[in-house]
């Protein structure tokens, strides 16, 4: 059974800084993409950051130059460098990785960003 669990949210101010983590069990994420994804109230889920099987990266526009995706195999877990955070990326961030034609989706953690 695959089970992804996001752990590291929570509440900071414009400017600060947060680290979030995916860690996986029933699925390795040394060979399979993961992805970071989030979802502001009233709209649609975005990608945020990804990680292929091989290591190569994106970002979303509106986090280049300020995330961090990487992934330690060692752990199975990938995580997500967020800096100078604005309000903006207020939402629920969800991870998110894909085996064959199956994707799985952990139970999101809440990043509020606001003074």
């Known amino acids: 059974q695959v089970q992804l669990v996001e752990s590291g949210g929570g509440l900071v101010q414009p400017g600060g800084s947060l680290r979030l983590s995916c860690a996986a069990s029933?699925?390795?994420?040394?060979?399979?993409?993961v992805g970071w994804y989030r979802q502001a109230p009233g709209k649609e889920r975005e990608l945020v950051a990804r990680?292929?099987?091989?290591?190569?990266?994106n970002y979303a526009d509106s986090v280049k130059g300020r995330f961090t995706i990487s992934r330690d195999s060692r752990k199975n877990t990938v995580s997500l460098q967020m800096n100078s955070l604005k309000p903006e990326d207020t939402a629920v961030y969800y991870c998110?990785?894909?085996?064959?034609?199956?994707?799985?989706w952990g139970q999101g953690t809440q990043v509020t960003v606001s003074s």
């Open positions: 998110q990785s894909r085996r064959n034609e199956d994707d799985y």
């Open positions: 990680i292929s099987g091989g290591g190569w990266i």
């Open positions: 029933g699925i390795s994420f040394s060979i399979r993409p």
